[in-house]
């Protein structure tokens, strides 16, 4: 089925998951978005997709806002600021989807599957065991009508698959690869409708599109293989096609998938840390190749040296950024190259402006005010904040094996310890009864006493074994910075434990 032609005005969007912090992913694919609607007099669509309850986090929603707004992002539609073609949460427009289900399932490219949980994993397992890959094999693709009645009537629950056909292929067009060609024996019937009636990615993503009117489907290329699915969804609905363009993955420097194992990717961390938007988003602007390096003459005339034509403004962005200068490789997502670019952004600040940005972050009144009451019953003299609080403003803290080690622990069990900490952290609430439960809960599951459990979590957050009240300190530092913390410590033990080798 053809594109959209170029005449259609064009609609772009970005659609984050509020499942937690937001992600400098969510940023990179924006900022793309942002910049391919602006350059052709475009919309920009923010919609969010929180159809998977299971990991909804209440509070990711404004955090995503916040994020996006505090790096110099604006949407023309989304759930803030309203659109013609809203609601622009998929949690309101469940409806919607079950009308579009019931279209599929009256045109024969959808059916009900009524496998139990445990039927599906006995089919993982023989499928393992025969070494075939894991998948869905199509056994209720051809229900009877008097089978259906019959599953329905005993109460069994179903999801809705999509019948991707047995023969042939589905080849689309991706603006930046050419044709990409999928063979249909390759496709899983993927469930478009779960059993408690909310959609799926793949369903509530293409109708979504459709409805919103999006003419450009700009998204990360781990969406490849997802994209046929939604290409036999258009065709399985009568719809035209979206033009797609799949954006390389941001990467670590050895070239993996960027992960909060190897770097922070929470906005959050980058805010609360004292990166400057500006530098973010410039940051964010020379990944992946779209911005031309300055040419000789302008190097010359602008006396430029090569690192000076790596800083760019939005507005630059939006009028020279071509897209087809992307290049596939996997652009790094270097933090040494993005602490030399908030550097060079904090030295063109005006003296009273660096005053006003230390005031906005790192010594605002909310983070003052919120570590004062910690130690005021700690301290003797004003003097003595400063020592007592050191850890709260420090963008390094490594303790020495002196001080986080406890006696009757070894090294090896002590910084296995510490990564459990870190993965308890990781999955829990950000407010004090939940962070002591999860802590004392690890701390009996492991047999470590809450003395040594809670003293190894100072050592690493302050790098001392005294400190303010350590469970309320951890609230106010916040959960990106104290996370961040404690990978790097875990990080440098593991070089230092290869050095010894």
Do not use: C
């Not at 988003?281 to 003459?297: D, H």
């Amino acid at each position: 089925m053809s594109t959209e032609t170029t005449a259609s005005p064009v609609r772009v969007r970005i659609a984050p998951s509020p499942t937690g912090d937001p992600h400098v992913g969510t940023a990179y694919i924006g900022l793309l978005n942002f910049l391919y609607a602006t350059q052709r007099g475009g919309q920009f669509v923010l919609r969010i997709e929180d159809t998977d309850r299971t990991r909804f986090v209440p509070t990711s929603e404004q955090m995503i806002f916040d994020a996006l707004k505090w790096a110099g992002l604006t949407w023309d539609e989304g759930p803030d600021v309203g659109g013609p073609y809203g609601p622009y949460r998929q949690s309101e427009r469940t409806e919607i989807y079950r009308e579009h289900v019931e279209i599929l399932l009256a045109n024969g490219t959808a059916y009900r599957s009524f496998e139990t949980a445990e039927e599906l994993e006995e089919m993982r397992k023989q499928q393992i065991a025969a070494k075939t890959p894991p998948r869905y094999n199509g056994a209720h693709r051809h229900l009877t009508q008097d089978q259906i009645v019959a599953y329905r009537l005993q109460g069994r629950p179903y999801t809705v698959r999509l019948k991707v056909p047995t023969e042939g292929s589905t080849t689309f067009r991706d603006e930046l690869r050419g044709d990409i060609t999928f063979d249909h024996n390759n496709v899983d019937d993927q469930v478009l409708m779960k059993s408690d009636g909310f959609p799926t990615y793949h369903l509530a993503n293409v109708v979504d599109d459709h409805l919103m009117r999006i003419t450009d489907v700009i998204r990360a290329e781990e969406w490849i293989s997802s994209t046929p699915k939604h290409v036999l969804l258009y065709n399985a609905f009568g719809w035209s096609l979206p033009r797609f363009w799949h954006m390389p993955l941001l990467r670590n420097a050895d070239k993996s998938k960027i992960s909060k194992r190897k770097n922070p990717v929470s906005l959050i961390f980058y805010r609360e840390s004292g990166y400057l938007p500006e530098a973010m988003l410039n940051f964010l602007g020379l990944l992946g190749g779209g911005m031309a390096q300055p040419t000789e003459e302008e190097i010359v005339s602008k006396q430029l040296n090569t690192k000076e034509g790596d800083i760019f403004s939005l507005a630059e962005m939006i009028e020279k950024f071509d897209f087809n200068r992307i290049s596939l490789g996997g652009p790094v997502f270097d933090l040494v190259k993005l602490k030399w670019l908030n550097g060079e952004y904090l030295r063109k600040l005006s003296p009273e402006a660096f005053f006003t940005q230390l005031r906005a972050t790192i010594f605002s009144d909310a983070y003052l005010q919120a570590i004062a009451p910690l130690v005021q019953t700690r301290i003797e003299t004003l003097g003595q904040f400063g020592d007592m609080t050191g850890f709260f403003f420090s963008d390094n803290v490594l303790p020495a094996e002196s001080i986080f080690l406890p006696k009757k622990r070894t090294y090896e069990e002590t910084i296995a310890f510490a990564a459990e900490q870190l993965a308890t952290l990781e999955a829990s609430a950000w407010d004090l009864e939940s962070i002591t439960n999860a802590l004392k809960a690890l701390g009996e599951s492991k047999e470590w006493s809450v003395k040594e459990n809670f003293m190894l979590l100072r050592a690493i957050l302050t790098g001392s074994t005294t400190s303010p009240p350590l469970v309320e300190s951890l609230v106010v530092f916040g959960k990106a910075r104290t996370l961040d913390r404690m990978r790097r410590f875990l990080e440098a033990e593991k070089k230092r434990a290869n050095q010894r080798k």
